[in-house]
């Protein structure tokens, strides 16, 4: 599994977004493998839709996409915290990391150097 972040699905569902392109060619180049994102990740997605009245038509490009909702756990408010102070990322990219381990993610996709580089730290 694949686990994205916020910048590449906003940047899927947004023709206009500056990094639009290179989303695509991401998510095309990993189209064999089954993607995930944690359910704040997708909350957080869904924000800019909901503004324009356009929950529907992004919820269906995520499920068409086939991004898994990863869910957090009953343990997640200790182990967010732990990934917070270990590696000084704000919640929602440690609800990435969080989503990225209990999923046994193959790789983060991201186009935020610091949870990459985050991610690698702790593999």
Same mark, same amino acid.
């Given at each position: 599994?694949?686990?994205?972040?916020?910048?590449?699905?906003?940047?899927?569902?947004?023709?206009?977004?500056?990094?639009?392109? #290179?989303?695509?060619?991401?998510?095309? *180049?990993? !189209?064999? /493998?089954?993607? @995930?994102?944690?359910? %704040?990740? &997708?909350?957080?997605?869904?924000?800019?839709?909901?503004? #324009?009245?356009?929950?529907?038509?992004? *919820?269906? !490009?995520? /499920?068409?996409? @086939?991004?898994?909702? %990863?869910? &957090?756990?009953?343990?997640?408010?200790?182990?967010?915290? #732990?990934?917070?102070?270990?590696?000084?990322?704000?919640?929602?990219?440690?609800?990435?990391?969080?989503?990225?381990?209990?999923?046994?993610?193959?790789?983060?996709?991201?186009?935020?150097?610091?949870?990459?580089?985050?991610?690698?730290?702790?593999?």
């Amino acid at each position: 599994m694949i686990v994205l972040d916020a910048s590449v699905l906003i940047a899927h569902l947004d023709g206009r977004d500056a990094l639009h392109a #290179r989303a695509e060619a991401e998510l095309q *180049a990993a !189209a064999g /493998e089954p993607f @995930g994102s944690s359910t %704040i990740t &997708l909350a957080e997605v869904l924000v800019g839709p909901v503004r #324009r009245d356009r929950l529907s038509v992004a *919820a269906t !490009a995520i /499920e068409t996409l @086939g991004v898994a909702e %990863i869910p &957090l756990g009953a343990d997640a408010p200790a182990r967010l915290a #732990r990934l917070r102070a270990q590696t000084g990322l704000k919640l929602p990219d440690c609800c990435v990391l969080l989503a990225a381990q209990d999923a046994a993610a193959r790789s983060i996709l991201s186009f935020d150097e610091r949870l990459i580089a985050a991610a690698e730290h702790l593999a």
